[in-house]
C-alpha cells in the first residue's frame, strides 16, 4: 500500500503544472538590464504592461510591491492578507496576486507571476535610493529565471 501512495506522489509531482512559467522568447540568450546603486541591483521589469524597478534582494523569497507612485497597474486575481515580521510585531494589509505577466527586457517571460502588494505608503525605500523603487524581486523569482536559462543554454 505504501509503494502505491508513493508511486502515486511521483507521478502526480511530475504531472502537476508549476507554479510559475519561464520562458525565452526566441533567443539563445537573455540580457537583463540593469543599475548598481551603492552595491544594490534595480532591474527593471515590466508587470502587466506597467514598467516598474525592482531591487534584487535574494534574502527575500517573493516578489513583492510597496510603491507604485501613480503607475497603473492592473492585478489578477487578487487577494486580502496580512504582513507580519516587517520589524515589528504589528501585521500589515496588503495584497496576494497570483498569474500575473512579468518581463524582463525583450528576452524574458514569465507568464503566472506572484506578486504580495504592501498597501501602506510609508514604506517606501525611494528616498534613500535616489532612484524611484517600486519593490523587491526575491530568491523565488531569480531561482527560477537562472534555472530556465541554464536548462535552455544546455539543449
Keep these: 500500500m505504501k509503494l502505491i501512495l508513493l508511486l502515486l506522489g511521483l507521478l502526480s509531482g511530475i504531472f502537476a503544472h508549476s ?12 540580457v537583463i538590464p540593469f543599475q548598481l546603486i551603492n552595491n544594490l541591483i534595480f532591474i527593471p521589469i515590466n508587470i502587466n504592461g506597467a514598467d516598474l524597478t525592482f531591487m534584487v534582494d535574494t534574502g527575500v523569497a517573493e516578489t513583492i510591491l510597496f510603491s507604485l507612485e501613480n503607475k497603473d497597474l492592473k492585478l489578477s486575481n487578487v487577494e486580502k492578507i496580512k504582513f507580519s515580521g516587517l520589524g515589528g510585531s504589528l501585521s500589515i ?8 505577466i512579468g518581463r524582463i527586457g525583450n528576452e524574458i517571460i514569465n507568464t503566472s507571476m506572484s506578486l504580495y502588494v504592501i498597501i501602506d505608503e510609508d514604506f517606501n525605500i525611494s528616498p534613500h535610493v535616489g532612484i524611484p523603487v517600486n519593490g523587491v524581486i526575491g530568491y523565488h523569482f531569480l531561482r527560477i529565471t537562472l534555472l530556465q536559462l541554464t536548462m535552455f543554454l544546455k539543449k
Design 93 to 100: 494589509d496588503g495584497l496576494k496576486s497570483d498569474r500575473n
Design 19 to 30: 507554479q510559475n512559467s519561464f520562458r525565452l522568447i526566441n533567443t539563445p540568450k537573455a
